[in-house]
Protein backbone atom coordinates (compact mmCIF):
# COMPACT_ATOMS: atom_id res chain seq x y z
CA UNK A 1 0.00 0.00 0.00
CA UNK A 2 0.74 3.30 -0.64
CA UNK A 3 -0.72 6.45 0.79
CA UNK A 4 0.29 10.32 0.35
CA UNK A 5 -0.48 12.30 3.01
CA UNK A 6 -1.14 15.85 2.74
CA UNK A 7 -1.82 18.08 5.60
CA UNK A 8 -5.14 20.61 5.17
CA UNK A 9 -6.80 23.13 6.50
CA UNK A 10 -10.11 21.65 4.49
CA UNK A 11 -10.17 19.40 1.73
CA UNK A 12 -13.53 17.95 -0.14
CA UNK A 13 -14.11 15.38 -3.05
CA UNK A 14 -16.81 15.38 -5.71
CA UNK A 15 -18.47 13.17 -7.90
CA UNK A 16 -20.29 14.51 -10.96
CA UNK A 17 -20.81 17.85 -9.39
CA UNK A 18 -21.99 16.43 -5.90
CA UNK A 19 -19.71 16.92 -2.82
CA UNK A 20 -19.21 13.43 -1.28
CA UNK A 21 -17.31 14.62 1.83
CA UNK A 22 -15.66 17.11 2.83
CA UNK A 23 -13.18 17.91 6.14
CA UNK A 24 -11.55 20.81 8.07
CA UNK A 25 -7.95 21.01 9.44
CA UNK A 26 -6.42 17.57 9.14
CA UNK A 27 -4.88 15.54 6.41
CA UNK A 28 -5.77 14.18 3.02
CA UNK A 29 -4.95 10.66 2.46
CA UNK A 30 -4.55 9.45 -1.15
CA UNK A 31 -4.68 5.43 -0.97
CA UNK A 32 -2.96 3.07 -3.57
CA UNK A 33 -3.43 -0.42 -2.91
CA UNK A 34 -0.75 -3.39 -4.68
CA UNK A 35 -0.98 -6.42 -6.16
CA UNK A 36 -1.08 -8.84 -2.89
CA UNK A 37 -1.35 -6.24 -0.20
CA UNK A 38 -3.36 -7.72 3.04
CA UNK A 39 -5.51 -6.59 5.97
CA UNK A 40 -2.46 -6.43 8.03
CA UNK A 41 -0.68 -3.95 5.35
CA UNK A 42 -4.14 -1.96 5.86
CA UNK A 43 -4.05 -1.66 9.62
CA UNK A 44 -0.13 -1.55 9.93
CA UNK A 45 -0.38 2.00 7.25
CA UNK A 46 -3.75 3.02 8.99
CA UNK A 47 -1.80 3.43 12.34
CA UNK A 48 1.09 5.12 10.97
CA UNK A 49 -0.63 7.28 9.72
CA UNK A 50 -2.98 8.04 12.57
CA UNK A 51 0.32 8.41 14.47
CA UNK A 52 2.61 10.78 12.46
CA UNK A 53 3.67 13.79 14.27
CA UNK A 54 2.34 16.48 11.61
CA UNK A 55 0.52 18.75 13.68
CA UNK A 56 1.89 21.64 15.67
CA UNK A 57 2.10 21.69 18.98
CA UNK A 58 1.91 24.95 21.31
CA UNK A 59 5.45 26.30 20.60
CA UNK A 60 4.95 25.86 16.61
CA UNK A 61 6.64 22.91 16.44
CA UNK A 62 5.83 19.37 13.98
CA UNK A 63 5.45 17.43 17.13
CA UNK A 64 1.21 16.50 17.76
CA UNK A 65 -0.50 13.33 15.61
CA UNK A 66 -3.54 13.32 14.36
CA UNK A 67 -5.76 13.31 17.33
CA UNK A 68 -8.72 15.13 16.99
CA UNK A 69 -8.02 16.49 13.53
CA UNK A 70 -10.09 15.02 10.46
CA UNK A 71 -9.04 12.55 7.44
CA UNK A 72 -10.51 12.26 3.76
CA UNK A 73 -9.16 9.61 2.00
CA UNK A 74 -9.54 9.18 -1.82
CA UNK A 75 -8.57 5.97 -3.55
CA UNK A 76 -6.04 6.36 -5.87
CA UNK A 77 -4.63 3.20 -8.22
CA UNK A 78 -2.53 5.69 -9.73
CA UNK A 79 0.20 5.71 -7.07
CA UNK A 80 1.13 2.75 -8.46
CA UNK A 81 1.88 3.91 -11.83
CA UNK A 82 5.14 3.14 -13.68
CA UNK A 83 6.59 5.43 -16.37
CA UNK A 84 10.29 4.37 -16.02
CA UNK A 85 9.79 2.85 -19.87
CA UNK A 86 8.18 5.40 -22.60
CA UNK A 87 5.32 7.70 -21.40
CA UNK A 88 2.63 5.97 -21.10
CA UNK A 89 2.49 4.56 -17.42
CA UNK A 90 1.81 1.09 -16.44
CA UNK A 91 -0.55 0.03 -13.79
CA UNK A 92 0.02 -3.34 -13.78
CA UNK A 93 1.34 -3.24 -9.63
CA UNK A 94 -2.37 -1.80 -8.73
CA UNK A 95 -4.86 -4.24 -7.24
CA UNK A 96 -8.18 -5.11 -9.09
CA UNK A 97 -10.76 -3.21 -7.77
CA UNK A 98 -12.54 -6.69 -6.20
CA UNK A 99 -8.72 -6.59 -4.18
CA UNK A 100 -8.29 -3.02 -3.41
CA UNK A 101 -11.99 -1.93 -2.31
CA UNK A 102 -12.20 -4.48 0.79
CA UNK A 103 -8.60 -3.02 1.89
CA UNK A 104 -9.58 1.25 1.23
CA UNK A 105 -12.93 0.57 3.34
CA UNK A 106 -11.06 -1.45 6.03
CA UNK A 107 -8.33 1.59 5.96
CA UNK A 108 -10.33 3.92 5.77
CA UNK A 109 -12.78 2.67 9.21
CA UNK A 110 -9.77 2.09 11.07
CA UNK A 111 -8.93 5.49 10.86
CA UNK A 112 -12.27 6.95 10.89
CA UNK A 113 -11.80 9.02 7.99
CA UNK A 114 -14.40 10.60 5.66
CA UNK A 115 -14.34 8.90 2.00
CA UNK A 116 -14.76 9.69 -1.53
CA UNK A 117 -16.38 7.12 -3.93
CA UNK A 118 -14.12 3.95 -4.69
CA UNK A 119 -13.58 3.83 -8.17
CA UNK A 120 -15.04 6.95 -9.37
CA UNK A 121 -14.13 10.38 -11.27
CA UNK A 122 -13.47 12.23 -8.76
CA UNK A 123 -12.82 16.26 -8.18
CA UNK A 124 -10.39 16.43 -5.15
CA UNK A 125 -10.17 19.91 -3.65
CA UNK A 126 -7.89 20.90 -1.01
CA UNK A 127 -6.14 23.84 1.29
CA UNK A 128 -2.75 22.52 2.18
CA UNK A 129 -1.63 23.29 5.71
CA UNK A 130 2.11 24.53 5.11
CA UNK A 131 4.47 22.44 3.20
CA UNK A 132 3.68 19.15 4.71
CA UNK A 133 3.21 16.07 2.18
CA UNK A 134 4.79 12.60 3.07
CA UNK A 135 4.69 9.38 0.89
CA UNK A 136 4.17 6.15 3.26
CA UNK A 137 4.62 2.64 2.18
CA UNK A 138 3.77 -1.02 4.14
Same mark, same amino acid.
Given at each position: ???? #???? *? %????? #????? +????? =? @?????? @???????? !??? !?????? #??????? !???????????? &???????? %???????????????????? =??? &??? =??????? &???? $??????? $??? @? +??????? =??????? *?
Amino acid at each position: MRAL #VQRV *S %QAAVD #VEGER +VAQIG =P @GMLVLL @GVRRGDTA !DDA !DRLADK #VRALRIF !DDAEGRMNEPLG &EHEVLCVS %QFTLYGDARKGNRPSYMDAA =PGA &EAE =PLYDRFC &ERLG $AAKGVFG $ACM @G +VALVNDG =PVTLMLE *S
